[in-house]
């Protein structure tokens, strides 16, 4: 699994970046290390908004989460991703599961 990052007022760190691909792993279990996630981290103010946009299963799925703590908007996009690859999967096994028995 290719991850590009983006910072937007918002100085890039080693340890930010480690704790994100961390974060991220968890994904592959349902993209087989065949896709690219694109990470975008913002900040305004107080605020930091994370943005996590990959490619499977040959659509884009995409999150964004604003909070002034970032390790908690990495978690709650990373969730977020998770649930909609979770029902994609389950979509695509449950239309291959009709189309064997017509």
């Not at 995409?62 to 002034?68: A, V, Y």
């Not at 909609?84 to 096994?93: D, G, P």
Request: aromatic letters at 4%; charged letters at 35%; proline letters at 2%.
């Amino acid at each position: 699994m290719q991850i590009n990052f983006t910072f937007r007022s918002l100085e890039a760190h080693e340890p930010l970046k480690k704790l994100i691909e961390t974060k991220l792993e968890k994904l592959e279990k349902f993209i087989n290390n065949s896709g690219d996630v694109h990470v975008t981290l913002s900040s305004e103010k107080n605020i930091t908004a994370v943005e996590v946009s990959l490619k499977a299963y040959g659509t884009m799925i995409k999150s964004t989460e604003k909070s002034p703590d970032i390790s908690l908007c990495v978690d709650k996009v990373v969730g977020k991703i998770e649930r909609q690859l979770k029902r994609k999967k389950e979509r695509i096994k449950e239309k291959h599961k009709i189309q064997k028995t017509i």
